[in-house]
């Protein structure tokens, strides 16, 4: 069974046309699964859906029509129980490091919040000390040091943000993390480190990743099958290699020849 199964799944949006309201599909009758360990590549121009889709796998966005099974359970028909859990199992990573983390609040609250809210679940016993101690262990999978835990977001780079960032998407030990666009804010180079980074920790971790890109190269260089979306459809989905080497689409190729190779020391 698929981690992820998204099943003949549409969203539309009411827009104004004149004095109408017509409802412009933003996501068309799209179905595809995402295996656990692999990495699902999602690629496709501005516009075409793609954070519609991961939102709705998410289940912050409801769709109009079609299905999403996480871990084998029905988004739409889950209890509270079963949607507490799945909310656990799967973590967001949005493009903007700074945007997605309180700037009131220490790397240490940041960090250790999804476990205050999930405490029992998270099997967290004990009062602050265990919480440090855990927040500490979170820091150095992402490879920041324990002084950090007392400062403010403001106070990092974006690339140690976006480290921080993915800290607290760990805290409750996820299988899936949906990436979307995680390094589109930063350097190239900084950029590079964070996919390097994702990349440990999905093998160190046996994680499953929804990677949304624009950048071709890093979605060739992590992916295990790349998806294509064009205007809310899915044009073409297959194993990397072969979709890279022989597109079907003009459009897949388009794309692929829209990006530059893979700066020096990426991989
Ligand atoms: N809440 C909303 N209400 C109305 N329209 C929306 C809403 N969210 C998204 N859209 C529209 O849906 C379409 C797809 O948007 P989406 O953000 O999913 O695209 P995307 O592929 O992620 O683009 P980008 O690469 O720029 O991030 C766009 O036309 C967008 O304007
Ligand atoms: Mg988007």
């Known amino acids: 069974?698929?981690?992820?199964?998204?099943?003949?799944?549409?969203?539309?949006?009411?827009?104004?046309?004149?004095?109408?309201?017509?409802?412009?599909?933003?996501?068309?009758?799209?179905?595809?699964?995402?295996?656990?360990?692999?990495t699902l590549g999602l690629v496709g121009e501005s516009g075409s859906g793609k954070t519609t889709?991961?939102?709705?796998?998410?289940?912050?966005?409801?769709?109009?029509?079609?299905?999403?099974?996480?871990?084998?359970?029905?988004?739409?028909?889950?209890?509270?129980a079963e949607m507490r859990r799945l909310r656990r199992q799967m973590q967001p990573v949005f493009q903007d490091p700074y945007a997605a983390l309180n700037p009131?609040?220490?790397?240490?609250?940041?960090?250790?919040?999804?476990?205050?809210?999930?405490?029992?679940?998270?099997?967290?016993?004990?009062?602050?000390?265990?919480?440090?101690?855990?927040?500490?262990?979170?820091?150095?999978?992402?490879?920041?040091?324990?002084?950090?835990?007392?400062?403010?977001?403001?106070e990092f780079s974006g690339g140690q943000r976006q480290r921080i960032n993915i800290a607290r998407?760990?805290?409750?030990?996820?299988?899936?993390?949906?990436?979307?666009?995680?390094?589109?804010?930063?350097?190239?180079?900084?950029?590079?480190?964070?996919?390097?980074l994702l990349r440990r920790l999905q093998r160190e971790h046996g994680l499953t990743y929804l990677f949304i890109s624009h950048s071709m190269p890093l979605v060739r260089y992590l992916s295990t099958r790349i998806a294509v979306m064009e205007g809310g459809r899915l044009v073409e989905t297959g194993a990397t290699e072969a979709l890279c080497a022989s597109p079907q689409k003009e459009y897949t190729r388009r794309l692929l020849a829209a990006t530059p190779e893979l700066p020096a020391g990426a991989a």
């Open 1 to 38: 069974m698929a981690l992820v199964e998204v099943k003949s799944v549409w969203k539309g949006y009411p827009r104004r046309a004149g004095l109408r309201t017509v409802e412009h599909t933003v996501v068309e009758d799209v179905s595809l699964s995402i295996e656990a360990g692999e």
């Open 169 to 196: 998407a760990l805290a409750l030990r996820p299988r899936l993390l949906i990436l979307d666009e995680p390094v589109s804010a930063l350097d190239v180079s900084v950029g590079a480190q964070i996919v390097n």
């Open 104 to 154: 009131r609040m220490k790397v240490f609250e940041i960090v250790t919040e999804p476990l205050v809210i999930h405490r029992r679940a998270a099997g967290i016993a004990g009062g602050r000390a265990a919480l440090r101690a855990k927040a500490i262990e979170l820091l150095s999978e992402v490879g920041l040091e324990e002084p950090a835990l007392e400062r403010h977001p403001h």
């Open 53 to 80: 889709l991961a939102r709705i796998i998410l289940g912050l966005t409801e769709p109009s029509r079609g299905a999403v099974r996480v871990d084998g359970v029905d988004l739409a028909c889950a209890s509270r």
